[in-house]
Each structure stands twice: as structure tokens, then as C-alpha cells.
């Protein structure tokens, strides 16, 4: 089928759940797309941050072709040994001791959500439930996270919200103490808020909301789902500030493409799950660990992470070039791959001319433009993306 073709397939039999870009991509390699009708693209989006190994990494893709011979689903009743070596790799590699498999980053923040719930139950009272977050967040479309998620508007229509949610504004630590108290058993923070505008915690901010979590018994829960993994340039974004947090979770980027969330947790916080307590069935099947446990291997030791650190420190000074060049930039932000562009005009006819020329980014609470491609791109790939923003920016410019 030609695009035309699937896009009216798709129009047909599908929900409009979700706002379509005219692009129906067929194939990928690296930082390459192709769609239905042969075009070509650089892919600066990368599934949202999930393909951050490229399209179709050779060892995840072996891993899971072999796997789907031997096994691919037996249930949790039953031990499954890729799943306890992946749990091994991301312990190893963390400060979090023990680790909760699901399929996505809402499946896990919800496990975390229900964590700290009973956490609170067990060791305070029935009265320690809120969970506190910050405007702007971005925590998943289930009703428990697109509660969590401080933004009105993934939220109207769904009423009645579950209870026991409190937002506050984000990098503002005298609100957070002006919030937090006996009742709160969690304060949930992304390190970087990805969907709400690349907007980076500061290091007093974190530190801060540690420490009140301490003094008021609350857990800290990272939302790593998209910081996380690389993509900040680091394995997970909380070692750039030297806070560790009580629970982290834990997605996009995991499975190497295939779907996987998790959710890791200190021996303490962990301990309150018992048998029956949480489950999934599809959660850590072994399809899913071994394309995790092969991305995982890639990403740690494949060069992805010093990559990141250094080709996005390259194409930060390169945005902040044209930052420089056009006054309708305010911002450059963001560490290691995870960087966004705010402007003072919509970000959309950005959008639209990059992807005429072959470029795919994309653009967050209509001013920011998001840059998260993957983490394997040369200097090479970012002056060709550079490139064509500058081409795209200089006609808006003179519009
Ligand atoms: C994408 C994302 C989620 C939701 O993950 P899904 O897999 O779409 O459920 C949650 N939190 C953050 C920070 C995300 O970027």
C-alpha cells in the first residue's frame, strides 16, 4: 500500500485518538526511516524516544528472532530467567535494589503509584496518600497517571479524576515545602519534564525535594521513563544531580523498540509488595527481557552512552547557533539527547518543513521544539538536521 492508501485505511477503521502526521513509515535502520512510498528520512524523534539505539539494533533484533523460537510467553506464575538477569543488569547498574517488569512507562508509574500507596499504609496511617507532582508533567494516560500528569488538558473529559493528587509548580522548592506534609507519601518528578517542554529540574530543586521527603516521610519517585536509559547522557538523568530516589520508572527506551516498562524500588520501599499485592500478565514475558536485556548490553556498552554525551554537547552549540541567528528563539535546553528549542512563535510550520526536507522532529506545548533523536547519531547526522532547521528558519524568517 502507498500512504495515501494505509493513511485512508487507517481513517476508516481506526479511533482519532491521537493527532496523525501524513507519514507512514515502512522501514528503518539507524537514524533512517523510509515510508510507504520510498521516501527517505533522519528520524530526530525516534518513536518518542524509544528507539535510541536506531531503528532495528542488529542484537536486539537477533535476540528476540531467537527468542521467539524458544519461548515468548509463560506467565509470572513461573520463574523467568531472562527476566531475572534483566532485573540483575538494571540493579547492578542503579541504586535501586529490586525491580517490577510491565509493558509500558503508565503501567509502571502506576505500579509506583500503588507502591507508595501501601507504603505509607504499612509503616504511617490510612490518612499518609498524596502524591504530589508538578505542573507540566507528563505521567502516562491511565487514570491514575493522566491524574498524576499536571496538565488540564489530558485530563478534561475523563472526570471523576481519582483522588489524592496535589500539583505543584515545577523548580519551585518553596511550593514544594508549602505542599508536602503528613499526608504525603510521594512527591513524583520527571528530572527533565520530556511532553511538558524540555524543561530541566535545577540541582537545588531535587536535592531540595529529597531532603523534604525525608523530613515528612515521603518517598521520592523518578520518572525516568523518557530521561532515563542515555538519553540524558548518563544511564539514568537522577546521577547528573547525585540524588537517588526511592523508586524509579522506567520504559520507552528499554526494550530496544520492543514494549517494556519497569519500575525499580530501594530493598525498603520494594518489600512492601507481597505475594498478590501487583501483577501483570504480560509484564517481564521473555520476549520482552531478552530485546531489553540485549538493548541494555548495547546501550552500556556499545558506546550509545558516551556517544550521547558527546554528539548532543555538539549539536547543543549548534542550536545554540541558531538560537543566535533568529530572534524568535528564546531557549536551547536540555543534556546529552534530550533537547528542545523554545520559540516565541508555534512550533508547528517548524515541524512541517523539516519533514518536507526529510528531517522528523517534533514540537511540545506548541512553542518547544523537541530534539531526542537517537542516541547513536554522528556530528555528521546532526549538521545534516542542523542544516535543514537553519533552511526551514531562514524562509519562516522572511514570511
Ligand atoms: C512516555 C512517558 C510516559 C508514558 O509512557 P507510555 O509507555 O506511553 O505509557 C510516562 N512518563 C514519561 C515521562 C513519559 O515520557
Known amino acids: 500500500m502507498n500512504t495515501k492508501e494505509i493513511m485512508e485505511l487507517s481513517d476508516q477503521y481506526l479511533m482519532r485518538n491521537v493527532g496523525r502526521i501524513a507519514l507512514a513509515p515502512v522501514r528503518g535502520e539507524g537514524a533512517r526511516l523510509w515510508d510507504a512510498d520510498g521516501l527517505e528520512y533522519l528520524d530526530f524523534v525516534s518513536g ?32 523467568i530467567e531472562p527476566q531475572a538477569l534483566l532485573a540483575k543488569l538494571l540493579v547492578d547498574n542503579t541504586d ?67 483522588g489524592g493528587f496535589k500539583y505543584v509548580p515545577f523548580n519551585d522548592l518553596g511550593a514544594l515545602e508549602e505542599a508536602i506534609g503528613p499526608s504525603t507519601c510521594a512527591v513524583l518528578l520527571e528530572p ?22 525525608q523530613e515528612h516521610g515521603a518517598l521520592l519517585i523518578f520518572d525516568e521513563i523518557q530521561t532515563g536509559l542515555g538519553r540524558t547522557g548518563s544511564f539514568l538523568a537522577y546521577e547528573h544531580y547525585g540524588v537517588t530516589p526511592d523508586i524509579v520508572t522506567l520504559a520507552k527506551a528499554l526494550g530496544g523498540g520492543f514494549p517494556i516498562g519497569a519500575m525499580l524500588a530501594k530493598e525498603k520501599v520494594a518489600a512492601t509488595f507481597k505475594p498478590g499485592d501487583h501483577a501483570s500478565t504480560f509484564g517481564g514475558n521473555p520476549l520482552a527481557c531478552v530485546a531489553a536485556l540485549a538493548a541494555m548490553q548495547e546501550l552500556l556498552y556499545g ?41 516565541s512563535v508555534k512550533g508547528k510550520p517548524f515541524v512541517e518543513g523539516c519533514h518536507k526536507r526529510g528531517l522528523l522532529i517534533n514540537c511540545v506545548n506548541d512553542y518547544i521544539l523537541r530534539f531526542i533523536p537517537p542516541l547513536i547519531i554522528t556530528t555528521e547526522d546532526v549538521d545534516l538536521a542542523v542544516g535543514i532547521l537553519d533552511e526551514v528558519m531562514a524562509e519562516y524568517k522572511s514570511e
Request: hydrophobic residues 40%; charged residues 20%; glycine residues 10%.
Open 48 to 79: 518518542i524516544a524509544v528507539n535510541s539505539l536506531g531503528h532495528c539494533p542488529q542484537p536486539v533484533a537477533d535476540a528476540i528472532s531467537w527468542q521467539a523460537h524458544q519461548l515468548m510467553h509463560c506467565s509470572n506464575l513461573y520463574y
Open 96 to 162: 535501586l535494589d529490586k525491580a517490577f517488569f510491565c509493558n509500558s512507562g503508565a503501567e509502571a508509574n502506576e505500579a509506583a503509584i500503588k507502591l507508595a500507596r501501601k507504603y505509607a499504609k504499612q509503616n504511617y496511617d490510612d490518612n499518609k496518600f498524596e502524591i504530589i507532582t508538578a505542573r507540566d508533567s507528563f505521567h502516562g494516560r491511565t487514570l491514575a497517571t493522566v491524574t498524576a500528569t499536571g496538565q488540564p488538558k489530558y485530563q478534561k473529559g475523563f472526570e471523576p479524576l481519582p
Open 192 to 213: 527533565i519534564q520530556g511532553e511538558g517542554g524540555v524543561n530541566v529540574a535545577n540541582f537545588e530543586y531535587l536535592e531540595g525535594a529529597a531532603r523534604l521527603c
Open 303 to 343: 558506546g550509545a552512552l558516551e556517544n550521547a554525551v558527546s554528539v548532543g554537547g555538539y549539536f547543543f552549540e549548534q542550536l545554540k547557533g541558531l538560537a543566535a541567528k533568529y530572534d524568535y528563539v528564546k531557549e536551547v535546553r536540555g543534556l546529552g539527547l534530550l533537547l528542545g528549542m523554545e520559540l
